[in-house]
């Protein structure tokens, strides 16, 4: 097979996790196409034996990176984001449950967000996400514990409760 197509194959892939990151189809779509080009560009950079698939999700994530420091994006936690007033579909009760896991998503700090996509999205292994990332095992596990963490404590979080807890005062 050639290297063409074999990342056709991968593009799927590509997109969903350029969508999970960045929260917007088209600043997708772009990142997706910059990343084919990029790796058509450099393809006989990669080592005769090694996983595409996961030297296209570094490549990506590479790219979306300098994208987030060229728009000094890099906290992403701007009340205006378009994860924070996305609609759920009507009458789906599913879709709510989506939408507010989505919310929860784009809560998370850009590198838990990353682990969590590379392990539970892409259903890659730690020393698939440690290569891809360049970071050691330890921390792919430890990233993912806390992003685990964050996301259930999000979720279980009533939007109600955002009030400051009641004081107990006891008669005298």
């Known amino acids: 097979m050639s290297f063409e197509a074999d990342m056709v ?5 590509l997109r969903r996790y350029a969508r999970a990151l960045t ?5 997708a779509d772009d990142l997706v196409q ?7 560009n450099r393809w006989h ?9 996961a030297w296209l999700l570094t490549v990506l994530r590479h790219l979306y990176i300098d994208q987030l420091r060229k728009r ?20 789906e009760v599913d879709g709510l449950f989506l939408a507010d896991v989505q919310r929860a998503l784009y ?30 095992v330890g921390t792919v596990m430890s990233r993912l514990s806390r992003a685990r963490e964050r996301m259930r404590s999000l979720l279980k979080e009533d939007p109600g409760s955002k009030r400051p807890p009641l ?6």
Do not use: F, H
């Open 167 to 172: 004081k107990v005062v006891k008669n005298k």
């Open 107 to 136: 809560c998370l700090p850009v590198d838990q967000r990353e682990v969590l996509l590379l392990v539970g999205l892409e259903e890659l292994s730690y020393q698939q996400v440690s290569s891809i990332l360049n970071i050691p």
């Open 34 to 40: 910059d990343t084919a080009e990029r790796a058509l």
């Open 72 to 91: 000094r994006e890099i906290a992403v936690d701007d009340e205006s984001a378009p994860w924070r007033t996305m609609a759920a579909p009507a009458d």
């Open 23 to 27: 929260g917007d189809a088209a600043w």
């Open 45 to 53: 950079t990669l080592q005769p034996e090694s996983n595409v698939r």
């Open 9 to 13: 194959v991968w593009l799927p892939v």
